[in-house]
């Protein structure tokens, strides 16, 4: 069986850390974290939570997004088995190994909702909350669908390491970038500005991070929640319809006994999809009816027009429609 790699960067995540590296270390077999010269005790959670994972310093002092992708590539190079660069706000949900090829993971973003309780740190974020927007939705912040690389050989990544997506699939990566639960998650992500090299604040890489140029300020922060709460919906059957998937397949994996609950749910979940199927089927053959009927008339309008340009009246009016076009042009320059 392939061996698993996860690959983040850090800058002062003593906060995010603990959750990221708790969710991760039973779904991945090695990590290896970047480290941007951290001066609080993200080092020590690391060598708590995870301490067979690797911590390597950066190439540069400060979140140069080339350098970043280059020396994430440099890595890889030198990595066996499926591997996938995250940011610490992404959470994979599924099993890496169930890839044996690659495969372009879809995003959600987890929001944290005004009438949400109390977020309690002893839970995961998957947990608790429960709406945002999803991988298919398109946002003025995010024009296309977005999701990360799951593959086996070395990636060529531009800037950001971004893939476009079309559909989900047996893997989901959920984000926390904007679940503004507390305090310590407005802070942690008002000081990612201060390690932007002024280079890529001038070509706008990280632009919401730094807010274009102008500075990213609390206020900002709250605001663009308000915009965020505005447009989401419900995700929860999104995120444990991935995390049933996720137990099944571990369980199978570990020869284990499936639980009879779960198989209903999937069993209904099959039956949804193939319900949606047959629906976008039907659409399918009745877009392509009426593409069929599009056809025949446009195949009938040209024929007519072709008739009408070889007819005799066509060719003994041609001398009056060129008058007609030249008093057209010379009325309009007049």
Aim: a neutral charge; proline letters at 4%.
């Amino acid at each position: 069986m392939l061996k698993s790699t996860v690959i983040t960067h850090f800058f002062n995540e003593e906060y995010l850390l603990p959750f990221w590296l708790k969710h991760h270390v039973m779904r991945f077999d090695d990590g290896i974290l970047i480290d941007y010269k951290s001066t609080d005790s993200s080092r020590k959670i690391i060598e708590e939570l995870a301490p067979k994972w690797k911590v390597v310093p950066a190439s540069t002092d400060q979140f140069d997004a080339a350098k970043l992708d280059q020396f994430i590539m440099q890595l890889e190079g030198n990595i066996a088995g499926v591997k996938i660069a995250l940011t610490v706000t992404e959470f994979l949900i599924g099993d890496p190994k169930e890839v044996s090829n690659s495969l372009v993971i879809p995003s959600i973003d987890l929001i944290n909702m005004a009438e949400d309780a109390k977020f309690d740190e002893k839970l995961p974020f998957h947990d608790q909350r429960f709406f945002g927007y999803g991988y298919l939705e398109s946002l003025p912040e995010r024009p296309s669908p977005q999701g990360r690389l799951l593959h086996t050989s070395v990636a060529n990544y531009s800037t950001g390491r971004h893939f476009d997506i079309v559909s989900g699939g047996p893997i989901l990566i959920y984000r926390v970038t904007n679940c503004l639960v507390n305090e310590n998650m407005i802070e942690r992500k008002l000081q990612i500005q201060t390690k932007i090299p002024e280079s890529d604040i001038a070509k706008n890489f990280g632009w919401q991070h730094h807010n274009w140029g102008k500075g990213l300020t609390r206020a900002d922060v709250l605001a663009q929640q308000d915009r965020d709460r505005a447009l989401s919906t419900n995700l929860s059957t999104v995120v444990n319809s991935a995390l049933l998937r996720e137990r099944v397949a571990r369980s199978i994996a570990q020869n284990q006994e499936v639980g009879i609950l779960d198989i209903r749910h999937l069993v209904t979940e099959r039956d949804v999809l193939l319900s949606e199927r047959d629906v976008l089927l039907s659409e399918r053959d009745v877009l392509l009816s009426e593409r069929d009927v599009l056809l025949s008339e446009r195949d009938k309008t040209l024929a007519q027009n072709l008739q009408i340009k070889t007819s005799l009246s066509w060719r003994i009016t041609a001398p009056v429609r060129s008058i007609a076009q030249i008093l057209k042009k010379i009325s309009r320059k007049i």
